[in-house]
């Protein structure tokens, strides 16, 4: 499994977030920190945000938190609620699929099912599990 740099970057704000969950956040902050593209982040942070991860306040004094514990952040919920629109492959897909072994394929079911057990076994994990905080030098 690959997950896409969206769902790698979210992960890395939440659990940047979670390491300091007294304090709000900002995309700027965040993206020079990661050294990422502001706008990206801005992305990943909106997509955060409306899943209910996220609370957001805007101006000054403004940024993102936590919407709630970390103990209550799944680790597999928030991959899969990011990979929402990534197809693991082709058939998956809720449309363009032109795969022609489709009809009688017998590698969907068992790539269902290891989708299925990689998020499960994610779900074992807590947002909790994997705080990050910087090393201050």
Same mark, same amino acid.
Not at 20 to 45: M, Q, W, Y
Not at 92 to 110: E, I
């Given at each position: $499994?690959?997950? #896409?740099?969206?769902?790698?970057?979210? @992960?890395? &704000? =939440?659990?940047? $977030?979670?390491?300091?969950?007294?304090? !709000?956040? #900002?995309? !700027?902050? @965040? !993206?020079?920190?990661?050294?990422?593209?502001?706008?990206? @982040?801005?992305?990943?942070?909106?997509? =955060?945000? !409306?899943?209910?991860? @996220?609370? #957001?306040?805007?101006?000054?004094?403004?940024?993102?938190? =936590?919407?709630?514990?970390?103990?209550?952040?799944?680790?597999?919920?928030? &991959?899969?609620t990011l990979e929402t629109d990534q197809a693991l492959v082709e058939c998956f897909a809720a449309d363009g699929n032109a795969c022609t072994l489709t009809p009688q394929c017998r590698l969907k079911a068992r790539l269902a099912h290891a989708e299925a057990a990689f998020i499960a076994d994610l779900n074992r994990s807590t947002l909790a599990d994997c705080i990050y905080r910087p090393v201050e030098v």
């Amino acid at each position: $499994m690959r997950l #896409t740099s969206f769902t790698d970057y979210g @992960l890395r &704000v =939440l659990m940047r $977030m979670a390491g300091g969950p007294d304090r !709000a956040f #900002t995309t !700027a902050e @965040l !993206a020079d920190e990661f050294r990422v593209s502001r706008n990206h @982040l801005a992305k990943v942070i909106s997509a =955060l945000a !409306a899943a209910g991860y @996220l609370e #957001t306040r805007r101006g000054g004094g403004g940024g993102a938190i =936590l919407a709630r514990p970390a103990n209550t952040i799944r680790l597999g919920d928030v &991959v899969a609620t990011l990979e929402t629109d990534q197809a693991l492959v082709e058939c998956f897909a809720a449309d363009g699929n032109a795969c022609t072994l489709t009809p009688q394929c017998r590698l969907k079911a068992r790539l269902a099912h290891a989708e299925a057990a990689f998020i499960a076994d994610l779900n074992r994990s807590t947002l909790a599990d994997c705080i990050y905080r910087p090393v201050e030098v």
